[in-house]
T-cell receptor, first 113, second 110 residues
Framework: GQQLNQSPQSMFIQEGEDVSMNCTSSSIFNTWLWYKQDPGEGPVLLIALYKAGELTSNGRLTAQFGITRKDSFLNISASIPSDVGIYFCAGQPPAGNNRKLIWGLGTSLAVNP | DGGITQSPKYLFRKEGQNVTLSCEQNLNHDAMYWYRQDPGQGLRLIYYSQIVNDFQKGDIAEGYSVSREKKESFPLTVTSAQKNPTAFYLC?????????FGPGTRLTVL
C-alpha cells in the first residue's frame, strides 16, 4: 500500500534540545495526524490538522499542515526523557469515501538525560 | 470511561491453530480497524469496517478474517493460512478521520 515519506528515521538527542521531523507525499491530503507510540502500547493521537497552512500546538509540541497539502511537520521543544518513543504521521487522502489513513514508517526518538 | 480494549495483552498459540483477537469500543464510533505492526515497522492495515455488518480488506488481508455483528465489537481471527502470524496487533476506531487505538495484543506463534 501507499506510504508517506517520514524523516528522519531515528534521532538521538540531548535532553533540552528541540526536535523536528516531517512527512512528505507525492499526493495531497485533507488531514494530517501525528501520533506517539510508547514501547508495547498503542499509538496516541498528539495533534490533528485539517487546513492547509494550519499551525497547531499541544504543549511543547507544534505541528503544521504544509501549504501545498503534501507535507506536514512536527516540532518538539525542550525535549525531556518521556518524549522517547516512535512518532508516526498519517494522512487522509481526499479521494473516496472510506476512512483509510496512509501512514509513515515512524521516527524513533531517543533522549539522553 | 470511554475507550478501546483489546484482550489479551499477550497470546501464545501453536502453529496451525486459528486464534481470535478481541477488540471492543464504547466510544460509539462507526468505523473500526485492525493493523499489524512488526518490529521496527510501521502500521499495516489488515481489515476495516465503516459500519455494522460491513467490512473491507486492507493491504494485508490474506490469512485473516473479521466480523462486525455489533457496533462495539470487531474481532480478528488469525487463521492457519497466515504464513507469519507472530506480530503486534492493533485495533482502532474512528468517528471522523481521527483514529484512536487500543493497547494492542502481542501474538506469538510457536
Amino acid at each position: 500500500g501507499q506510504q508517506l515519506n517520514q524523516s528522519p528515521q531515528s534521532m538521538f538527542i540531548q535532553e533540552g534540545e528541540d526536535v523536528s521531523m516531517n512527512c512528505t507525499s507525492s499526493s495531497i491530503f485533507n488531514t494530517w495526524l501525528w501520533y506517539k507510540q510508547d514501547p508495547g502500547e498503542g499509538p496516541v493521537l498528539l495533534i490533528a490538522l485539517y487546513k492547509a497552512g494550519e499551525l497547531t500546538s499541544n504543549g511543547r509540541l507544534t505541528a503544521q499542515f504544509g501549504i501545498t497539502r503534501k507535507d506536514s511537520f512536527l516540532n518538539i521543544s525542550a525535549s525531556i526523557p518521556s518524549d522517547v518513543g516512535i512518532y508516526f504521521c498519517a494522512g487522509q487522502p481526499p479521494a473516496g469515501n472510506n476512512r483509510k489513513l496512509i501512514w509513515g514508517l515512524g521516527t524513533s526518538l531517543a533522549v539522553n538525560p | 470511561d470511554g475507550g478501546i480494549t483489546q484482550s489479551p495483552k499477550y497470546l501464545f498459540r501453536k502453529e496451525g491453530q486459528n486464534v481470535t483477537l478481541s477488540c471492543e469500543q464504547n466510544l460509539n464510533h462507526d468505523a473500526m480497524y485492525w493493523y499489524r505492526q512488526d518490529p521496527g515497522q510501521g502500521l499495516r492495515l489488515i481489515y476495516y469496517s465503516q459500519i455494522v455488518n460491513d467490512f473491507q480488506k486492507g493491504d494485508i488481508a490474506e490469512g485473516y478474517s473479521v466480523s462486525r455483528e455489533k457496533k462495539e465489537s470487531f474481532p480478528l481471527t488469525v487463521t492457519s493460512a497466515q504464513k507469519n502470524p507472530t506480530a503486534f496487533y492493533l485495533c482502532a476506531s474512528s468517528k471522523d478521520n481521527e483514529q484512536f487505538f487500543g493497547p494492542g495484543t502481542r501474538l506469538t506463534v510457536l
